[in-house]
């Protein structure tokens, strides 16, 4: 069955470190995201990529990275210049920029000491 | 002010209650999301609606788009329908702008 996998599913690491979080998809579909999920807060969007090769920011994007090298691919780097990086991050996929169907990954969360 | 306001935030309930979750939203959609999340974290899409009623098994969603309002009702409830379940509405772009979820506990 196609879906997104995201792994680890949980994660820790020192303080200063960055971190690399993974998220593949075999749905074929062309647009990714990545949102940060906090406490008593709602997921909040961090970047997202409509086609290979090409990213956007979303209103939280600094202290963290992307790439798009491949259609199945949507890595996120948590960077030592984020300042809270403890959270839950989730990656989702919809067929095409404009689709309104979203599939969402099972989530990493980040755990930072 | 949130642009999408749940409540309650927080529900208990006992086994065979008719529950019902609301969520509120200021701005203008193309289409609006009901999402249910395990304790484990990941998310399932519920319903995806633009108008009107949709019903899935025991689950029924409803949108009122004139009210900006929608509201996600479970019938029988069972205590494996304890989850979080979040609202969220699609904007320009298709982006997604989520509620804060409401904790559903259901009690045997």
């Known amino acids: 069955d196609g879906g997104i996998t995201q792994s680890p599913k949980y994660l820790f690491r020192k303080e200063g470190q960055n971190v690399t979080l993974s998220c593949e998809q075999n749905l074929n579909h062309d647009a990714m995201y990545w949102y940060r999920q906090d406490p008593g807060q709602g997921l909040r969007l961090i970047y997202y990529s409509q086609i290979v090769n090409d990213f956007q920011k979303g209103d939280i994007a600094e202290g963290y990275s992307v790439s798009r090298e491949k259609k199945e691919s949507f890595p996120l780097t948590v960077t030592s210049a984020q300042k809270n990086p403890t959270a839950f991050y989730l990656c989702?996929?919809?067929?095409?920029?404009?689709?309104?169907?979203?599939?969402f990954g099972s989530g990493t969360r980040l755990t930072v000491v | 002010k949130n642009e999408v306001e749940q409540s309650p935030q927080n529900l208990t309930a006992q086994e065979g209650e008719f529950i019902t979750i609301n969520c509120s939203y200021s701005v203008g959609i193309s289409a609006l999301h009901w999402l249910q999340q395990h304790p484990g974290g990941g998310i399932v899409s519920l319903f995806m609606?633009?108008?009107g009623k949709k019903k899935h098994g025991r689950l029924i969603a409803t949108i009122n788009i004139q009210e900006k309002h929608s509201s996600l009702h479970i019938t029988a409830s069972h205590p494996r329908d304890s989850a979080v379940y979040i609202c969220?509405?699609?904007?320009?772009?298709?982006?997604?702008?989520f509620g804060e979820g409401t904790q559903l506990t259901v009690n045997p």
């Open positions: 969220a509405v699609i904007t320009s772009g298709s982006r997604l702008t």
């Open positions: 989702a996929s919809t067929p095409t920029t404009g689709s309104y169907g979203y599939t």
């Open positions: 609606l633009s108008s």
